[in-house]
């Protein structure tokens, strides 16, 4: 006899650390207990609806979408403590398309307009909401169940009045057999009992949290991570039963089986109706566009190709015979995929931001459209740079378009800001995305869960290597990569234990929040395709509950909006440069071919730059010597994991074209511009079209192979493309196989070229800027690093390598950030000839051995401008207090002492605390006042600011204008001891991060430059197990004990370059711990340790200096 079971009440890990089953495993479990139909009934949320769905579809299973809603006490609009987080729970489950949609909305209303604690819905929505939904009040935690168990009758029959009301003949009772709880049986036969008097139906489930009995520990596991408790703690009632997926065979077994209690087959038979009343048909994959209105009349396809036609003078670019027939062949395929629209949108958001002053950068494979550069989309001319447009869009499959549109991050809410202006509100949304249990935050959170001291946990943590871009890391795979994590694994029961556990949450989804670019814009309101919720993050954002996948089934694309830091920097830059220089910088309009910058590139001038800094691009660049933008490009490309190895040959073949041979010639017009040296992925696609004679659908599909470097599939494309070569080239079997082993090792690390081309411009940019306005931009890049100390100090020791002075904050000049202040021409003169005097004497190179010398040796000409700091830049110090110093100074001019400061300024955060950050940070320097003085007198100069505040006050009162002079008395300090400089140079560090006016290492610069002995070089230069030298101060120490009760540190440490983090062993620490504290100058002998790719020391011997 078939069996009468369906589970209508499961849940998938989408009930957020509450469940453990992936959506395909509990498809499958189903699909092989031999049940026709599977509802996913997650709690308060339709996070896994879509891929449930598909799934269940694929397997021959019938998808049941459902929601087990929280059910407010009272309205869904009531949030008092202590009574409205009390809730019930209601199972509603879709019939048909209404009951879907109502779904949506059920739940879209619970998240935005019912959250406390949790999302609530209530009466008035269901009773507004109940079309084509089944409702089954829940066996544990139903309203009616509730009352039942409170001996409250007259309100479960209130209950079952309202939702018979509602629901009429879809109503159901759930009723569950878990015969390890106490009570439950009784509970069981009265909630049937109380079912048959009311005349409602009753139906069988099974709460599914977890597949196996067996995982039933590695579920309270879960929900003791969410819940933050440990195994200390005892878990609710109704947790001590099994709660697995149970098959048709149990199901009958518990129902009829009069051991089982009151044998209910009638509710085994009404589970198999409700699924068969449950016919919910989803249409998927219909993209549809944003309701964009051409102002002009023309259909989408016209106004588009009048666009593309009008950017020829926009560009300046001839009508060419060769780039009309790219357009109209790009044309074509967009207007006959329907993706018109599509492009309207986006050339109107672009529109938008060139027209507000919002920089952009269009990055991916779209850089290969002839109609996107036109358009005005892009700024990269595909032929140009030959790249593919079928890497965009391939003609021969219906490929969603995709174009990634990054902006300055600090305008990019602007850009999110017009379209929802321009589409409205409720049809636009950041697209939410899942946070999982990732291998090494499973490995912390069950160590934790389980009671294990948090080491436990992070020493397991510490062994799983970092995983990749689109590879992450598994538990399974880090004990097969790391032979120290398989040796605890299986020498240490404990770590056993925890791993083991660990593998059976690894994967789950941990919360939702907002994907870092993703944004979407519906035809008609965005519940008709999706439901939303805010982000959990508390900031108001409404986002989508399907990620981008379920998204893009639902019908809808994604457009990315991803904030860029170097868009940001460009943008200051260019508007410093106009504001201080009065020069223009037309950023799409910088020449690529700019002798200056690439000399400077040459040089290995890279500090600071996008994507072409770093010690190993730096060493690249200086023996490349980049002559083209195609140079810039490449290296973008090559420098990365893999293709890294090709970098010497491609150097190589520059500066000796003689070594650059083709296998065929058919080769030479893809590998020309790259030296005969494969850099870009389109250079296999190319090859695989031309030579081989691949579709574009099947060059699409040997994309996808080689990128996932699966050898079955690798190997299916390797006799392809052999016989491809052979037939459609005409060429050997042993030239096919020849050109295939030599792009095989290469195949999988291939890039983007699009995306190269597209990062190459920024990067170039940032040089070209760095090459021609090296003061301004540099100010520009410390003010979007405030405060990350580390690369600040980094970027002021590349501004005293380019002899840029940086000096402290200074009320007379400062501005809110990082200030470019120009000095007079002959206070430059002057310094530049003390300069100059003191380099014929001696030109020391630098650490990366680049000397400050221009064309012909001469020493670099001085910066005619300085870089200060800004005041909100000191630590303790608002922009409030900022902001009124700066606009007393614009309106009445510099102040011309500290008195005439105290007494200009006045605000009330001018207080002790804020006078004391600008005396020690430096910023009242400019009255020639000393800082000791002023800390020593900082109440007497309170008190001279309150009283100059009276003074003003009175001066505004009709007897105090009578008066017609101040009562404040001359301000005089009393006499006061001086501040080391040592003291002045830890004032700075506390308030500005780092040193200023000099460094406590300072005396010691020379030897240290002259011998290579900084933290910088040893971390970039140092070889993993290799022993380094270097100078440095102690920051801080962290000392912990041993399990051998022995005590260990963890310190760090600062040079000129930067800062790093070094381990102390005990014996080290033993012989050395009167040297290794706070403020020490030290000389360092340690051990460079890699571990996921990071390096740090491990201290051998330390000398104090």
């Known amino acids: 006899m078939m069996s009468r079971f369906v589970h209508l009440h499961a849940h998938s890990h989408y009930s957020l650390l509450s469940a453990l089953p992936k959506v395909d495993e509990l498809v499958k479990a189903a699909k092989d207990a031999g049940m026709p139909a599977l509802a996913l009934t997650d709690n308060g949320n339709l996070y896994g609806a879509i891929e449930f769905y598909k799934a269940a579809k694929k397997a021959g299973v019938k998808p049941i979408i459902g929601v087990d809603f929280y059910v407010a006490a009272r309205s869904r609009k009531d949030m008092q403590a202590g009574i409205d987080n009390r809730r019930s729970r209601l199972v509603l489950l879709a019939m048909n398309d209404a009951g879907y949609r109502n779904l949506v909305q059920l739940v879209t209303k619970s998240h935005l307009e019912g959250f406390y604690y949790k999302p609530r819905i209530d009466r008035e929505l269901i009773g507004q ?80 949290y977890y597949l196996k009995p067996e995982d039933r520990m590695a579920r309270e596991t879960l929900v003791r991570v969410n819940s933050h408790t440990d195994q200390s703690d005892r878990l609710s009632d109704g947790e001590e039963d099994d709660f697995s997926f149970i098959g048709p065979e149990r199901a009958e077994q518990l129902f009829t089986d009069p051991a089982f209690g009151t044998p209910l087959p009638e509710a085994l038979a009404n589970a198999e109706a409700v699924a068969g009343l449950c016919d919910l048909e989803l249409k998927l994959g219909n993209w549809v566009f944003p309701d964009f209105k051409v102002e002009s009349g023309l259909s989408p396809s016209d106004e588009l190709r009048r666009l593309v036609y009008e950017g020829f003078a926009r560009r300046n670019m001839e009508q060419r015979k060769e780039t009309i027939e790219r357009a109209e062949y790009e044309l074509g395929i967009i207007n006959k995929k329907g993706y018109a629209p599509y492009f309207l949108v986006v050339a109107d958001m672009l529109r938008f931001a060139r027209e507000n002053g919002i920089l952009s950068n269009i990055r991916g494979s779209v850089s290969g459209s002839m109609v996107t550069y036109l358009s005005g989309i892009t700024n990269i001319n595909p032929l140009e740079y030959e790249i593919p447009f079928e890497r965009f869009l391939n003609p021969d499959r219906p490929s969603a378009p995709d174009i990634d549109m990054d902006y300055a991050d600090d305008r990019r809410d602007e850009m999110i800001d017009y379209v929802r202006r321009k589409y409205g509100a409720d049809k636009v949304a950041q697209i939410g995305t899942f946070g999982t249990m990732a291998a090494r935050g499973s490995v912390r959170d069950v160590a934790r869960a389980m009671g294990f001291p948090f080491e436990a946990g992070d020493r397991i943590a510490k062994l799983i290597p970092m995983g990749s871009q689109g590879f992450p890391m598994t538990i399974d795979r880090a004990i097969d990569e790391s032979p120290e994590l398989k040796a605890m694994y299986d020498t240490e029961a404990d770590a056993k234990r925890i791993i083991d556990m660990a593998k059976k949450i690894e994967g789950c989804a941990r919360h939702i929040g907002v994907h870092a670019a993703g944004v979407v814009v519906a035809p008609t309101a965005l519940t008709d395709f999706t439901p939303l919720q805010f982000d959990p993050k508390g900031e108001g954002k409404i986002i989508t509950q399907y990620d981008m996948y379920s998204i893009e089934e639902a019908g809808l694309l994604k457009f990315d909006f991803l904030g860029l830091k170097n868009l940001t920097i460009i943008g200051d830059a260019v508007a410093r440069i106009e504001k201080i220089d009065g020069v223009k910088v037309e950023v799409d309009a910088i020449p690529v071919d700019d002798k200056t910058t690439f000399e400077m590139l040459a040089r290995g001038e890279t500090a600071d730059l996008f994507q072409l800094n770093g010690d190993g691009m730096t060493r690249f660049l200086k023996d490349l010597k980049p002559s083209s933008i195609h140079d810039i490009n490449a290296m973008v490309a090559l420098y990365r994991p893999g293709p890294i190895q090709f970098i010497p040959e491609y150097i190589e073949r520059k500066h000796n074209p003689s070594l650059t041979k083709y296998l065929d010639p058919a080769l030479e017009h893809i590998l020309n511009k790259t030296y005969g040296v494969l850099v870009y992925q389109d250079d296999l696609l190319i090859m695989a079209h031309d030579l081989a004679g691949y579709t574009w659908i099947e060059v699409d599909k040997f ?179 900022s902001t009124a110093i700066i606009d007393e100074r614009k309106k ?166 930067g800062s790093a983090e070094a381990v102390v062993f005990p014996k080290t620490y033993r012989e050395y711990k009167n040297a290794l504290m706070a403020d020490k100058c030290l000389a360092v002998k340690a051990t460079i340790n890699t571990r996921n790719g990071e390096k740090g020391f491990a201290v051998e011997r330390v000398k104090e200096l």
């Not at 003949?169 to 009784?186: F, M, Q, V």
């Not at 221009?854 to 110090?877: A, H, M, Q, W």
């Not at 040592?982 to 610069?1005: A, T």
């Open 129 to 208: 909401h109940s079309e084509g939904l089944i409702c089954i009040q829940p066996s544990f935690s139903g309203e009616i169940a509730q009352s039942l168990k409170s001996r409250n009758q007259d309100k479960a029959k209130e209950v079952a009045a309202f939702y018979k009301k509602t629901f009429g003949d879809r109503l159901y009772i759930e009723i569950t057999r878990h015969p390890e709880i106490d009570g439950h049986e009784a509970s069981m036969k009265a909630l049937a009992e109380f079912a048959g008097s009311q005349d409602i139906p009753i139906i069988a489930a099974h709460d599914v």
């Open 892 to 1057: 009445n001019g510099k102040y011309k002492s500290l008195a005439d400061f105290l007494e200009r300024v006045q605000d009330r955060n001018l207080n002790k605390k804020s006078l004391e950050s600008l005396i020690k940070s430096g910023a009242l320097d400019c009255f020639g006042e000393e800082r000791g003085a002023m800390m020593a007198n900082i109440d007497l100069l309170l008190d001279y600011n309150k009283e100059s505040a009276k003074n003003h006050a009175d001066q505004d009162s009709l007897f105090g204008a009578m008066a017609g002079h101040s009562s404040v008395p001359t301000l005089r300090l009393k006499p006061s001891p001086a501040a080391e400089m040592r003291e002045k140079l830890n004032w700075e560090k506390e308030l500005l991060g780092l040193y200023v006016s000099g460094h406590p290492l300072e005396k010691y610069r020379e030897i240290i430059t002259k011998k290579d002995m900084d933290i910088k070089k040893a971390k970039e230069t140092g070889k993993d197990g290799s022993s380094v030298i270097f100078a440095a101060i102690v920051n801080e120490v962290r000392t912990v004990t041993t399990k051998k009760n022995e005590i260990m540190a963890f310190i760090t440490l600062s040079d000129f370059s």
């Open 703 to 881: 994309r996808k192979a080689v990128g996932k470097k699966i050898p079955a599939e690798m190997a299916e494309q390797k006799e392809k493309f052999i016989k491809g070569c052979i037939t459609h080239s005409k060429w050997s079997e042993k030239k096919a196989k020849e050109l295939w082993k030599w792009i095989e090792p290469f195949a999988a690390y291939g890039f983007n070229k699009a995306h190269s081309v597209s990062y190459g411009r920024v990067a170039y940019i940032t040089a070209y800027l760095k090459a021609h306005f090296p003061a301004i931009y540099l100010s520009a890049v410390l003010t979007s690093e405030q405060g990350e100390t580390e690369k600040v100090a980094e970027t002021i020791a590349e501004c005293k390598r380019m002899e840029i002075p940086v000096l402290p904050p200074d009320v007379n000049e400062s501005f809110s950030q990082f200030t470019v202040v120009k000095i007079a021409e002959e206070e430059a003169a002057r310094d530049e000839l003390s300069d100059r005097a003191q380099a014929r004497e001696k030109q020391a190179p630098d650490q990366q051995g680049r000397t400050p010398v221009g064309e012909g040796g001469l020493p670099r000409t001085r910066s005619s401008y300085r870089i200060r700091f800004g005041l909100v830049t000191i630590k303790n110090f608002g922009q409030g207090v």
